[in-house]
């Protein structure tokens, strides 16, 4: 097979939910999971085994570390290797997530990262998310999603994925300080499909959400 059968692309803003309830619509699914945002990470990660001081990186530089980089695919979906090896603690580290933004603005980084995600999902039925999905990835994507969140729940959230326990008040401030300057940072990035069907998950709980999204996704052919 050399093209994609059904893809369904999921959007949205930092922090809104779209990795983990994409991985989940795809198991419910049956489809493969391709998460793009960690392949800006990973090409984040290798530039930074390169040199810390990102005031150095262009896209050259990013793209020539990000050689690295293989997407491999395992049950349900695909991860980014580095050097063949997992390194998911190093993606998601703060390092990284300090540095992704830049290195998800530049033109050339987007063009490779949205190269990969055709070339995984060929062949395959696919929930695709991460940035410009429904808009460059695959805009003809059978069904677009795009996720929102108030900012002070994405940090909550956020703050008790990493750490396992609820969040203090202060913990929810700083992180929503965060979110909002990232949201900011990638705002070209996160510019939803005129297609694409909007949840607001700030009430809602991920089986919530991801109850709707399998649901519009059994209407289609």
Do not use: C
């Not at 050689?67 to 991860?79: A, Y």
């Not at 998800?104 to 063009?111: D, G, L, S, W, Y």
């Not at 965060?178 to 996160?190: F, P």
């Amino acid at each position: 097979m050399t093209s994609t059968k059904i893809a369904i692309a999921i959007d949205g803003p930092a922090a809104s939910g779209k990795s983990s309830t994409a991985k989940a619509v795809a198991k419910q699914l049956g489809y493969r999971h391709v998460d793009s945002g960690s392949l800006y990470r990973a090409a984040t990660a290798a530039r930074l085994r390169r040199d810390t001081d990102s005031a150095n990186w262009t896209e050259d530089s990013v793209l020539d570390a990000a050689r690295i980089v293989t997407l491999s695919p395992i049950e349900n979906g695909f991860v980014p290797l580095l050097n063949g090896r997992p390194a998911d603690d190093e993606m998601r580290g703060e390092a990284v997530t300090h540095r992704v933004s830049l290195v998800a603005k530049m033109p050339r980084v987007r063009e490779w990262v949205n190269s990969q995600v055709r070339n995984a999902g060929r062949g395959y039925d696919v929930v695709v998310d991460g940035r410009d999905i429904g808009t460059v990835v695959f805009p003809k994507a059978k069904l677009k999603i795009f996720l929102v969140a108030d900012a002070e729940e994405r940090a909550r959230r956020r703050v008790l994925e990493r750490t396992g326990r609820a969040p203090t008040e202060e913990e929810i401030f700083d992180e929503t300080a965060r979110i909002m300057l990232r949201d900011e940072l990638d705002a070209a990035q996160s510019v939803k499909a005129a297609d694409a069907v909007t949840i607001d998950t700030t009430q809602l709980s991920q089986a919530e959400q991801i109850e709707k999204i399998v649901e519009l996704a059994g209407h289609l052919v």
